[in-house]
């Protein structure tokens, strides 16, 4: 399996700031995703990101407040956006090394962050 | 839309013994489903992969079933351990690429 680096792992944030979380895998995946875990909840995925265009988004979740970037196929940046004490979570980055959908997910270490 | 419910929501059994976490979903049509071990604050760790066409994965104390008539697995644990204190994640991914997964059952294992 990929190994996932995360960064950063923690974080404490004023309201109103962004911040930026990097995932860099140590090998090409087909697949990235960005999820959120926010406190007491299961895992919600935030968006697909895309090499070289633009992220999929799932309901809920807009391109203005988590912007996303992938320029490679071992890359990838989560901003999280103007920021509220709501945004206090888990921020997970998730790849598939396997092509289609049989293939296992395998997940970073996660960011957590806190919004004062 | 596709849920997955886990119970119990917290376990805590005395070491050694043999356990078993329940994970159920809401649609039958999945292509697999994984477990996973998250420690507190940390990210996720793949245990098992159980393709829909497979009724079981084995991996050193674990076993992983599934029947997916019926939208049920279980991660069945040998001789428990404290280093197994955790929370067990179930998921299933179904017509996207998306996993659907549960609360999770955060098991302690007391020495």
């Known amino acids: 399996s990929a190994v996932i680096s995360q960064k950063p792992s923690r974080d404490i944030c004023q309201r109103g700031t962004s911040l930026t979380i990097q995932c860099q895998v140590d090998?090409?995946?087909?697949?990235m995703f960005w999820y959120r875990q926010q406190p007491g909840q299961s895992l919600t995925l935030i968006a697909t990101a895309n090499q070289g265009s633009e992220a999929t988004y799932e309901s809920g979740f807009v391109i203005d407040k988590f912007p996303i970037s992938r320029p490679n196929l071992t890359f990838s940046t989560l901003t999280v956006s103007n920021m509220s004490p709501e945004d206090s979570s888990i921020y997970l980055c998730?790849?598939?090394?396997?092509?289609?959908?049989?293939?296992?997910?395998?997940f970073g270490n996660g960011t957590r962050l806190t919004v004062t | 839309k596709q849920e997955v419910t886990q119970i119990p929501a917290a376990l805590s059994v005395p070491e050694g013994e043999n356990l078993v976490l329940n994970c159920s979903f809401t649609?039958?049509?999945?292509?697999?489903l994984q477990w996973f071990r998250q420690d507190p604050g940390k990210g996720l760790t793949s245990l098992l992969l159980i393709q829909s066409s497979q009724r079981e994965q084995t991996s050193g104390r674990l076993n992983a079933s599934l029947d997916k008539s019926s939208g049920r697995s279980t991660l069945y644990i040998a001789a428990s351990q404290p280093g197994d204190s955790a929370t067990y994640l179930c998921a299933v991914r179904a017509g996207s690429y998306q996993l659907t997964f549960g609360k999770g059952t955060k098991l302690s294992v007391i020495p």
């Open positions: 090998s090409q995946v087909t697949m």
């Open positions: 649609d039958s049509a999945i292509y697999n």
């Open positions: 998730s790849v598939q090394t396997g092509a289609g959908r049989g293939s296992p997910l395998h």
